[in-house]
């Protein structure tokens, strides 16, 4: 089966760097992805990582590491929007994307 | 180019009467999944599409929910004899493609299920 385990919250202030830990297991491993989720509403997606390494797109980046079934979002120049909740998912072979339970972030001033 | 459009948006049942809940994906997306989210919850899997496919459905209870996504229409979850705790947020997403280096889904604003 597929399991993943992310912080339950994190909390940091505004303008701040803050990254969010997962570490997935599974078989049949393609890649891990990242979703932001506002008070319940649709999840949209913010990265794919298939491969090692970093991946950048404007404040957020988001790493992997395959032999340490290991990954990070990280958040940068945090703004009072960013709170929410934060997904990492785990996509196999067959397709199918397994949701961690979330972390909340909360942006203080 | 619309996004994934899911109805109803809320829906009330009584114990035992039967939900039906519908979404359209992206145009052009031909696989589609669908997710429970409890409060305070992650998602949770349940079932994933391509059209008159069911690809993956281990994430189904093997009573009660059942899944389609036919040739022609939106994809349907219905839960029969719906019980409390089918109680949830269900998300339907799609995607284009589905190989190891395509991976975009495309979330609806989910269906809220209250089961009085």
């Known amino acids: 089966g597929q399991s993943l385990e992310q912080p339950s919250e994190v909390t940091a202030v505004e303008g701040a760097i803050v990254q969010i830990n997962c570490t997935y297991q599974?078989?049949?491993?393609?890649?891990l992805s990242w979703y932001q989720q506002h008070d319940g509403g649709a999840p949209t997606f913010l990265s794919y990582?298939?491969?090692?390494g970093l991946e950048e797109t404007g404040r957020f980046s988001s790493f992997l590491s395959r032999s340490d079934s290991y990954g990070y979002l990280l958040l940068q120049e945090l703004q009072m929007k960013d709170s929410a909740s934060y997904f990492c998912?785990?996509?196999?072979?067959?397709?199918?994307?397994?949701f961690g339970d979330g972390t909340t972030l909360t942006v203080k001033p | 180019n619309a996004g994934v459009m899911q109805n109803p948006r809320h829906l009330v049942r009584r114990r035992g009467q039967e939900a039906r809940l519908r979404c359209s994906p992206m145009?052009?997306?031909?696989?589609v999944y669908w997710y429970r989210q409890l409060p305070e919850e992650g998602l949770k899997f349940m079932v994933y599409?391509?059209?008159?496919?069911?690809?993956?459905e281990s994430g189904m209870p093997k009573e009660r929910f059942s899944a389609e996504f036919p040739k022609e229409g939106p994809s349907i979850l219905r839960i029969q004899q719906v019980v409390r705790g089918d109680s949830a947020a269900y998300f339907c997403?799609?995607?284009?493609?589905?190989?190891?280096?395509?991976?975009?889904?495309?979330f609806g604003p989910g269906t809220r299920l209250l089961v009085l």
């Open positions: 997403a799609s995607s284009e493609r589905a190989g190891a280096f395509q991976e975009t889904q495309y």
């Open positions: 599974t078989s049949g491993f393609y890649g």
């Open positions: 990582n298939a491969l090692d």
């Open positions: 998912a785990v996509k196999n072979n067959a397709g199918k994307s397994t």
């Open positions: 145009k052009g997306h031909s696989h």
């Open positions: 599409l391509q059209k008159e496919n069911i690809i993956d």
